[in-house]
């Protein structure tokens, strides 16, 4: 499958995981905090930092958010996505929540998942977190927490591959699509 | 799987859409136990209902369905108590293409408008049950609630339609797909209100007793439909009641045996059913129009209007 050398291998991929959970520990001290991935890719990446963390809090959540119904784009799709669904399983009120993507790009994806997790309670706090930020965003969004900075041009894709989804742990630049 | 206009009838439903509805109707329901139940898929879209024949339920819940997925809903009222003549339903046609509707759900008491309609729009039509034809929401409703209820396998399964069979699109859809899920079928009804065409290897019963030698699972109980009597199909509505309703008696043989009771309502109090039906445990009508809210809004997301013109058989 690969096409291309990785340019991240599962060894770099660790190091950034480490690094965005560390950052969070950091600046998050109280209790009170959910993380949420973003499905698909967001979800095993909120759950590799949720395997970090969960030792330094004494209660720390973790839940999955499906975006599709909150995609601006769907007008534009052929076919319907088959939906996931969402599941956060505790009450989202007054609770400090990091939201996982893998790449935060455009800022679209981090919008409909923010407009998601806002229909399903009304938390304290919301931060995102990205395994990757490439640039290049069309709304005023912002990742808290990001693991890798990477330059790549405009018609590169970057594809982050997680064992659990993909059968292994890499991080490749790739041609041609958005994201 | 390619993008659909319209939903006319369970035939024409590939096993892929199928599942694809079914499937996806358990997000949806999910939905409604949140703060907020509406999401903004279809945005700036409009519904339409169009409905020539009275109903409350099924045309509220594709209300709430199409609200709940943001899409506006408007009601087309149309004359019901007036005999609609095939030009009119063109002119209607005709209107609702000039008011670039998205979405159009139809009830009409003649079998095939829906289809018709289907043909002359670029508007995605679904049939909300025409004539004795189809009534395919219902019946997907209906399986989801089996599905819901026996985990998702339903072969081996077995339900039994009581009451006028003849005169049901909701039996003739639901009994299809029931039989598609590899359920076993089988019928209660007096000799005059069974179809004809009814194939042999579905039980025709006459009287209770056999519907419970054979061990249902499930009894879906039709309403008899008074604005159909006007040829006398029964006799009257207190000898149907003493044969063919579920009587206080009966149910206590259903729930001795475990039988779950489905309805898709409206009942008639005292005539296919008792009071005390109603507050059975294992009565699903309640749960019958929730899950339709469900599965209406599963069909109204997988649809693609404008995308293909009349589709369907």
Request: glycine share 8%.
């Amino acid at each position: 499958m690969p096409d291309s050398a990785p340019i991240l291998t599962k060894q770099d991929m660790a190091r950034c995981i480490g690094r965005l959970a560390e950052s969070i520990r950091d600046s998050c001290p109280g209790d009170e905090l959910a993380l949420v991935g973003i499905y698909r890719r967001g979800v095993p990446l909120a759950e590799r930092v949720f395997t970090l963390l969960k030792s330094h809090y004494q209660s720390l959540l973790l839940g999955r958010v499906d975006i599709t119904l909150y995609r601006d784009d769907l007008k534009n799709l052929e076919m319907m996505p088959k939906l996931v669904g969402s599941d956060i399983p505790f009450d989202l009120d007054s609770k400090h929540v990091i939201l996982f993507d893998e790449v935060i790009y455009t800022g679209r994806t981090s919008r409909a998942g923010l407009d998601e997790l806002l229909d399903h309670g009304r938390p304290k706090q919301v931060q995102i977190a990205a395994l990757i930020d490439r640039g290049g965003r069309e709304l005023p969004i912002h990742a808290d927490f990001v693991g890798e900075k990477l330059q790549v041009a405009p018609h590169q894709r970057i594809s982050v591959c997680f064992e659990e989804v993909d059968g292994e742990d890499a991080v490749y630049v790739r041609e041609g699509g958005r994201r | 799987m390619t993008p659909r206009k319209d939903l006319l009838d369970i035939q024409s439903l590939t096993d892929e859409e199928l599942d694809f509805i079914l499937t996806n109707a358990v997000p949806f329901k999910n939905l409604f136990k949140r703060s907020v139940k509406k999401v903004p898929t279809l945005r700036g879209r409009t519904v339409l209902t169009l409905f020539y024949e009275p109903s409350t339920r099924t045309r509220s819940s594709f209300e709430v369905a199409a609200s709940r997925l943001s899409a506006d809903v408007i009601n087309f009222s149309v004359n019901t108590s007036s005999v609609v003549k095939g030009e009119s339903v063109l002119d209607t046609i005709s209107t609702l293409e000039a008011m670039r509707t998205d979405y159009v759900v139809v009830r009409h008491g003649m079998s095939g408008i829906p289809n018709l309609i289907a043909r002359n729009t670029t508007a995605s039509v679904i049939n909300a049950g025409d004539g004795f034809h189809a009534h395919p929401t219902q019946a997907l409703l209906d399986v989801f609630t089996l599905k819901e209820v026996f985990g998702g396998d339903l072969r081996g399964s077995r339900i039994a339609f009581i009451g006028d069979i003849q005169h049901s699109r909701v039996a003739r859809s639901t009994n299809l797909l029931c039989r598609r899920m590899g359920m076993s079928t089988a019928m209660l009804a007096p000799g005059s209100l069974i179809p004809r065409d009814t194939p042999p290897e579905i039980a025709a019963f006459t009287n209770w007793d056999q519907v419970f030698a054979w061990k249902p699972d499930v009894i879906y109980l039709l309403r008899v439909q008074m604005e159909r009597q006007n040829v006398p199909f029964i006799p009257s509505i207190g000898e149907y009641h003493r044969i063919y309703g579920l009587t206080d008696e009966r149910l206590k043989r259903v729930r001795d045996s475990g039988i779950y009771v489905m309805h898709p309502g409206p009942v008639n109090r005292g005539v296919e059913l008792n009071d005390s039906v109603m507050t059975y445990e294992r009565c699903l009508i309640n749960q019958q129009v929730e899950n339709g809210i469900a599965v209406r809004m599963s069909v109204l997301y997988w649809l693609k209007p404008g995308s293909v013109e009349g589709t369907g058989s």
